[in-house]
């Protein structure tokens, strides 16, 4: 860059040295373009998530590691509980749903078939259930083998939420208990 | 740009537009960079969920874990051993900036944001989503990403 200044009657050209400058911009362009991450397109699932109340009887639910046993009646009546048991291979084996210890089996739903098709099968369970306005429920507790990868539990999760309730609002209240080991 | 005619004048090249151009680069990238994408690890693999709503912004505190295949929870590019700790430190502080007393509900002003590997086993996860739950916090939100070609 350069431009004229005046000084008294003589013309001078002062010059300014950009190179510097310019070295220092290309380092920081250079950081800039090496450090960017194009964002990933990414989705979430929202959930309220309350205290859980451990379920008794059959599957003896745990809450921090200790065996919790339950009266029945004392078992939040607006709550459904969903167990989820492994298979051999760390998936989602069998699923059974119920409100007590004496849980109401739906194996013949869930025990058979890909993942895929166990979820289904348990959306449209539960959206019979939920969407039925004369049925209490409006929360319910996953029971889940702590050995089920994540990726097949979020499986299991979004079917859970993407359960209509009778007053048209999505399923949110859900909870998440781990299973015993062993409990299969 | 200026140049030599006579062989004793050096040819002087205009930088100008160069810096020009160079500094409106830098504000192109100071401007997309995200900040928030310095709290996310993005060598996880997220759960593939088709239906899942896109992630927006909820307007509330998030506190961000990222849960690796091995259970391994790397908050802030550090990996933390005591998980347990770090919540309840979080909580406090939370309390503490919004006059809260111990025991409330943190769940109206604050949000965790799990984002676990899909390769990771259920209990790794669990054990932070109770850790969150015994220091009061309610509402979570499950990161996962979209089915190859079925992005929004």
């Known amino acids: 860059m350069s431009w004229r200044k005046r000084k008294g009657h003589q013309h001078e050209e002062v010059t300014l040295n950009l190179t510097a400058m310019l070295d220092m911009a290309f380092q920081l362009l250079a950081y800039l373009i090496l450090t960017f991450h194009s964002p990933i397109a990414e989705a979430q699932i929202n959930l309220r998530m309350p205290d859980p109340v451990a379920v008794g009887g059959e599957g003896s639910a745990v809450i921090g590691g200790e065996p919790q046993r339950h009266d029945p009646r004392e078992y939040p009546l607006d709550q459904l509980v969903v167990n989820v048991y492994s298979d051999h291979a760390g998936g989602v084996g069998q699923i059974t749903s119920g409100t007590s210890s004496k849980n109401s089996k739906i194996s013949e739903l869930t025990a058979s078939g890909t993942l895929e098709q166990k979820v289904g099968r348990l959306h449209h369970h539960l959206q019979g259930i939920f969407g039925d306005p004369g049925q209490p429920f409006d929360k319910m507790t996953l029971q889940v083998s702590g050995d089920i990868a994540y990726n097949d539990v979020m499986q299991v999760v979004d079917a859970c939420a993407r359960v209509n309730l009778a007053d048209g609002k999505r399923l949110q209240n859900v909870t998440f208990i781990e299973l015993p080991a062993g409990n299969k | ?152």
């Open chain 2, 1 to 152: 740009m200026s140049g030599s005619v006579g062989g004793a004048e050096a040819a002087e090249p205009n930088l100008v537009p160069i810096l020009d151009m160079v500094f409106q680069l830098i504000t192109f990238f100071m401007l997309v960079i995200n900040v928030k994408a310095a709290t996310m690890d993005q060598t996880l693999q997220l759960p593939v969920v088709g239906s899942a709503a896109p992630a927006d912004s909820t307007g509330l505190r998030a506190v961000v874990l990222n849960i690796n295949g091995e259970g391994d929870v790397n908050i802030g590019g550090v990996v933390q051993t005591d998980i347990k700790g770090y919540v309840s430190n979080e909580a406090d502080q939370i309390r503490l900036q919004d006059g809260l007393k111990k025991g409330d509900d943190l769940s109206t002003r604050t949000i965790v944001v799990v984002r676990g590997d899909k390769r990771a086993k259920f209990k790794s996860v669990y054990a932070v989503v109770k850790a969150c739950q015994e220091v009061g916090f309610h509402r979570f939100s499950y990161m996962t990403t979209f089915e190859p070609g079925k992005e929004p």
